[in-house]
């Protein structure tokens, strides 16, 4: 379900114009927030992320990123204010925080686990990247995944060895 979403105040500042290169010839955006988000209830958020993770089997996947951008959306809704609306920005934040970090040691403990599998190994490691790509570069949740991307930059060295 794609929906437009608020997401709380970013720690981080917005990128400057010197910072946009190429793309200084476009308008900047009216909406600066992806609109794109995956909403999944709390209380599924368990077997929702093994599904994604640890059940997952590599070989029955068409779209080898489908895990990166299906747990990058549920991050992005976590973040959003249709994540439980009552909650205040910095216990959203932390939440947020928690779910990213449970991500991470997943995608790092599958590592771990199917080491011996190279098809398997490929798949995870180049998930972990991307994922760890989409985090560093999203300004709004950058700054609440810092143990996230710590956890994935070694899965994906462990993956290499």
């Not at 010839?25 to 209830?41: G, T």
């Not at 599904?51 to 992005?76: E, S, V």
């Amino acid at each position: 379900m794609l929906i437009p979403v608020t997401l709380f105040p970013s720690a981080l500042p917005c990128p400057t114009p010197s910072h946009r290169g190429n793309y200084e010839r476009y308008p900047p955006p009216r909406d600066p927030i992806l609109p794109a988000v995956l909403e999944f209830r709390e209380e599924s958020e368990d077997g929702f992320l093994h599904a994604i993770t640890t059940d997952l089997d590599p070989t029955d996947i068409q779209f080898k990123l489908a895990p990166t951008y299906t747990l990058y959306m549920a991050a992005r809704f976590r973040a959003s204010t249709h994540y439980r609306p009552d909650l205040s920005p910095t216990e959203r934040a932390h939440r947020l925080t928690e779910m990213l970090t449970k991500v991470a040691a997943m995608v790092q403990n599958v590592i771990h686990s199917r080491y011996g599998d190279p098809t398997s190994l490929a798949f995870w490691m180049a998930n972990a990247s991307e994922l760890l790509h989409f985090l560093k570069q999203d300004r709004h949740i950058c700054g609440y995944s810092s143990d996230a991307q710590d956890i994935l930059a070694e899965a994906v060295q462990v993956a290499f060895r």
